[in-house]
């Protein structure tokens, strides 16, 4: 008997190991990569090429955006500017599916490199960004959204973003800038984003 527990065993640690050394290794692919999509304009200059579909508000010029999974990376790459090149963030990449927005993370778990898949509901109020987490991936390998939430919550405070993670949500205050996300979110493959811009 002893010795059949000790063949189950066995063959149970193979199948895992063979489990992780097929689906977890890889890494973001280096076209989606932050650190190689090309910097394009600016969030607000797209609110001014977008200004006749805007409103005057006592707070400024109001204005919806829809961008895409690339126009989005470009514009997280842009706001970041010189910060991004001194993080380990320039390796991660944005898109977005169907209502969820994917977000994939370079890892290392020992010898091998992998990444988290992420994804999550977002939504943006006045400058607040909120996730919630609905899913995790470690390369092709479902993971408990636990594992990541503990992982996040270790980062927090790190490189200088104000990260906080609470259950499974995650709460990052915007950089302050010349205008005011007042609203986003992903709907349809895409971010639907209100801006504000003051009038001075």
């Given at each position: 008997?002893?010795?059949?527990?000790?063949?189950?065993?066995?063959?149970?640690?193979?199948?895992?190991?063979?489990?992780?050394?097929?689906?977890?290794?890889?890494?973001?692919?280096?076209?989606?990569?932050?650190?190689?999509?090309?910097?394009?304009?600016?969030?607000?200059?797209?609110?001014?090429n977008a200004a006749s579909n805007g409103s005057v508000t006592t707070e400024g010029l109001s204005t919806e955006l829809s961008?895409?999974?690339?126009?989005?990376?470009?514009?997280?790459?842009?706001?970041?500017?010189?910060?991004?090149?001194?993080?380990?963030?320039?390796?991660?990449?944005?898109?977005?599916?169907?209502?969820?927005?994917?977000?994939?993370?370079?890892v290392s778990i020992g010898p091998v490199d992998s990444y988290l898949d992420l994804t999550m509901t977002t939504q943006v109020?006045?400058?607040?960004?909120?996730?919630?987490?609905?899913?995790?991936?470690?390369?092709?390998?479902?993971?408990?959204?636990?594992?990541?939430?503990?992982?996040?919550?270790?980062?927090?405070?790190?490189?200088?973003?104000?990260?906080?993670?609470?259950?499974?949500?995650?709460?990052?205050?915007?950089?302050?800038?010349?205008?005011?996300?007042?609203?986003?979110?992903?709907?349809?493959?895409?971010?639907?984003?209100?801006?504000?811009?003051?009038?001075?």
């Amino acid at each position: 008997m002893f010795k059949w527990i000790k063949r189950l065993f066995g063959i149970f640690l193979l199948l895992f190991i063979f489990l992780v050394v097929l689906l977890v290794p890889g890494s973001v692919p280096e076209g989606e990569q932050l650190r190689n999509v090309q910097a394009g304009s600016s969030i607000v200059d797209l609110a001014k090429n977008a200004a006749s579909n805007g409103s005057v508000t006592t707070e400024g010029l109001s204005t919806e955006l829809s961008l895409n999974s690339v126009q989005l990376s470009q514009i997280v790459k842009t706001s970041a500017g010189d910060a991004l090149e001194h993080s380990d963030y320039q390796k991660m990449a944005l898109e977005m599916n169907g209502n969820d927005l994917h977000v994939k993370i370079p890892v290392s778990i020992g010898p091998v490199d992998s990444y988290l898949d992420l994804t999550m509901t977002t939504q943006v109020e006045n400058n607040v960004l909120t996730s919630h987490l609905t899913g995790a991936k470690l390369g092709k390998l479902p993971i408990p959204k636990s594992l990541v939430l503990n992982y996040l919550k270790e980062k927090e405070g790190q490189n200088g973003a104000d990260l906080t993670v609470n259950d499974d949500n995650l709460t990052l205050q915007l950089p302050q800038a010349v205008y005011t996300i007042s609203k986003a979110h992903v709907e349809n493959g895409a971010a639907k984003v209100t801006i504000t811009i003051p009038l001075y």
